[in-house]
């Protein structure tokens, strides 16, 4: 998948460069128009990479200043905020420190509303022409059938990250034809979510169950069953829907994933699209591209597949003299005085990192032999800029089990969910034991005769601390326990008994304004229905 859309995003910027001359402009069009394009299956599929590629763009560096100024990395906006992850410098102190940068002109709430809406437009017009299109004399029309399902993934994704960051959102269903007004209001955080698991029912019956391996990546039933259940115990603890715990079982159990053996096979480019995957974003090779500057022009298209990894790089790796910025991530203390033996932290450490062994190298690995299989090491490219060909893991498995045991526990079957936990307990177990990582002392099954709800809950939380460390998990996590009751955020400074900050600056969180992010100053200045952002900004 990821060689394909490589191909289709040349060819897409060749046209941008050579096929433009303001003398033709009223002349019959000598190329493909959009009424003529979609006539096979392999320009469907060119369309749909595009919707694809809007991916990208939150996990692209594009900071224009490699130490502070613009700011347009996406990616950090979930990265940071919670409590496993804190950076050495604070060029993104708005996601850390919950600053007054936190505000409406930030630059990165401006990628990740650009981004998503990017994805949506273009997924909305894939939807439009599978439903519209007469496909009975087009070639392939069988795999563009099922391109319906991945839009509607994609564009389930796309209000999925704005839920999480900015509550309200435009939720869009259409495409805009001209005319149309596209001043649309905000809708509520209930309505965007509610759309999420609409678009994932609608793709779910259309989706295939796997791909042929050229178009291993793409998405699948498994990915519309993973986002669904984790967007149905959203749902349950945002909006109090406790239903939607049991509706999130059954499409758990329809999940045909499972866990490999190995966990960190699960972060190396060379177990790329495992059993463990229910959806990744397909990396590639970031060349020569500028990681500093914006992910796409009108004069060449999408720039770069990679995904950034600077942030985790050790002084002296490969690439570390052009990593795209100073400043590292590190684990915080408060997990690792809480957590700090477990092997699934331990083993993305290096005690000679420059940082006391703080710097979390999950995907990167820069302290293990790329070929060590004692460990299922990974490998990443950065030949300029701190870009990695190593895949980006959005949903995997473990997560799912974590979320299969919170919902066994909200329906009053705590030994079901202890069963879910002591699955995720039994592999890190075994894994560790197998490589020498550990003995297995404090990694011991779960008691399956307790039924306290409250230390079970705590055991869910500790094993979702730990398991999905680094992964851009753990900030939704603590907002949708607040909100649900199960924890109290109120008050939380940067102490390690709370955030656990590296910065010196104090963390400024305020729990009635800062669970949500604000919406860009400039899409209200464009947007005349919006008529106010997010409370306290």
């Known amino acids: 998948m990821k060689n394909y859309i490589k191909n289709i995003f040349m060819g897409l910027a060749a046209t941008a460069v050579f096929g433009c001359d303001p003398k033709l402009i009223d002349e019959d069009p000598l190329g493909l128009t959009e009424q003529s394009l979609f ?9 749909l990479a595009s919707a694809y590629a809007a991916l990208y763009d939150y996990y692209h560096y594009g900071n224009l200043s490699f130490t502070s100024g613009s700011n347009q990395w996406a990616h950090s906006t979930w990265l940071l905020p919670g409590d496993d992850l804190t950076e050495t410098n604070g060029n993104r102190r708005a996601v850390e420190l919950f600053d007054d940068s936190l505000n409406p002109n930030n630059e990165q709430m401006e990628r990740v509303w650009g981004a998503s809406y990017k994805m949506i437009a273009r997924a909305n017009v894939i939807i439009d022409h599978v439903r519209n299109d007469d496909l009975t004399t087009v070639r392939g029309a069988d795999e563009i059938r099922l391109m319906e399902g991945e839009a509607l993934f994609l564009r389930a994704y796309a209000h999925w990250i704005l839920f999480n960051v900015f509550g309200r959102a435009v939720v869009i269903e259409d495409r805009f034809a001209p005319g149309d007004d596209m001043n649309k209001p905000l809708s509520e955080p209930a309505v965007v979510l509610d759309q999420v698991i609409a678009d994932l029912e609608a793709a779910l019956p259309i989706l295939p169950d796997t791909w042929a391996s050229e178009f291993s990546g793409r998405a699948t039933k498994n990915s519309a069953r993973g986002l669904m259940a984790k967007a149905l115990v959203f749902r349950a603890n945002h909006f109090g829907s406790m239903s939607d715990h049991s509706a999130a079982l059954q499409v758990y159990n329809e999940i045909t994933a499972q866990l490999v053996p190995n966990f960190v096979h699960n972060f190396s480019a060379y177990h790329e699209n495992n059993q463990e995957s229910l959806f990744e974003i397909q990396a590639d090779n970031p060349n020569l591209n500028n ?18 990894r600077g942030f985790m790089m050790q002084p002296g790796t490969p690439g570390w003299a052009n ?11 408060k997990i690792k005085n809480n957590f700090g033996n477990d092997p699934r932290l331990m083993v993305f450490i290096n005690p000679d990192d420059g940082e006391e062994g703080r710097i979390f190298q999950k995907y990167w690995l820069g302290n293990v032999d790329v070929a060590d299989e004692a460990t299922g090491a990974g490998v990443v490219d950065v030949r300029g800029g ?8 959005v949903l995997r498995m473990a997560d799912l089990v974590l979320i299969a045991a919170e919902a066994y526990l909200k329906t009053n079957q705590p030994q079901l969910a202890i069963e879910e936990l002591n699955k995720i307990r039994a592999r890190t177990r075994e894994w560790a034991i197998e490589y020498g990582l550990s003995d ?3 990694l011991e099954d779960y008691d399956l005769a307790v ?7 705590e055991w869910i939380m500790n094993e979702r601390f730990v398991e999905l460390a680094g992964e851009g998990q753990r900030w939704w996590d603590l907002k949708r326990w607040h909100v649900a009751g199960d924890i109290d955020l109120s008050g939380w400074d940067g102490s390690d008994e709370h955030f656990s900050t590296e910065l010196s600056s104090p963390v400024e969180f305020d729990v009635s304004t800062n669970l949500l992010f604000p919406i860009p100053q400039v899409e209200i200045d464009r947007n005349r229905a919006i008529m106010q952002n997010n409370p306290g900004y």
């Not at 006539?39 to 369309?47: H, L, M, P, S, W």
């Not at 990593?323 to 203390?333: E, Q």
């Open 323 to 333: 990593a795209g910025a100073t400043t590292r991530f590190l684990l915080t203390d």
């Open 386 to 393: 701190g870009g990695s060909v190593n895949n980006e893991r």
């Open 451 to 457: 039924t306290d709800e409250d230390m079970i809950m």
């Open 39 to 47: 006539n096979q299956d392999v320009n469907y599929r060119a369309a």
């Open 440 to 442: 297995g002392t404090g």
């Open 291 to 308: 990681l500093a500057l914006y992910n796409d022009g009108a004069w060449r298209g999408v720039e770069n597949m990679s995904i950034y």
